[in-house]
């Protein structure tokens, strides 16, 4: 039938056609893949030089901002303290203001007391200046007062004082 070497050649020639294909397209790949290894190279190398750098900034960044923070926070504690502060020493003026008011108000009523005292007209004669009355004295005296109260009342003036006879008089 047919000579074994026939295959023999036929299939070495058959794998060398393969391998010339494979070949043929590989190479346009390989030189894809070598490209991007020379990118990959410049990139590797851009990162070797400057992503210290750019590290180190990022440190000292959150570095500073931890810094800032703690002074906020910082200000923020004196802030809150300065309005406490304040919000003890606005409650001590209210505390004084009412102590004022009713200071005010104690002596305004002493005063008001004392003028309506000092302008009163006793009701009443004392012991010694009843001795000294006479019963129609006594009894003028009490119809006086009577109508001088009237008086003072329509006229809002200052009553009299009583009319007394002198003892030597007698």
């Not at 070497?5 to 390989?30: C, K, M, N, R």
């Not at 990139?43 to 900034?57: C, H, I």
């Not at 200046?129 to 129609?136: E, F, G, K, P």
């Amino acid at each position: 039938m047919i000579d074994p070497i026939f295959w023999l050649g036929l299939s070495i020639l058959l794998v060398a056609v393969s391998l010339t294909a494979v070949l043929v397209t590989a190479i346009p790949a390989l030189q894809e893949v070598a490209r991007a290894a020379r990118s990959a190279e410049k990139l590797f190398d851009t990162l070797r030089r400057d992503l210290p750098p750019t590290l180190e900034a990022i440190r000292l960044t959150g570095l500073e901002i931890s810094e800032l923070t703690d002074d906020v926070s910082d200000g923020v504690k004196s802030a809150s303290q300065v309005v406490k502060q304040v919000d003890r020493s606005i409650d001590g003026a209210k505390k004084q203001a009412q102590k004022v008011e009713v200071s005010t108000r104690s002596v305004f009523a002493g005063v008001t007391t004392a003028w309506k005292t000092f302008n009163r007209r006793p009701s009443r004669l004392s012991p010694s200046q009843r001795d000294l009355l006479t019963s129609s004295d006594r009894l003028e005296y009490i119809q006086e007062n009577e109508l001088d109260d009237d008086v003072q009342i329509v006229n809002n003036s200052r009553p009299k004082a009583p009319i007394l006879n002198d003892p030597e008089d007698e």
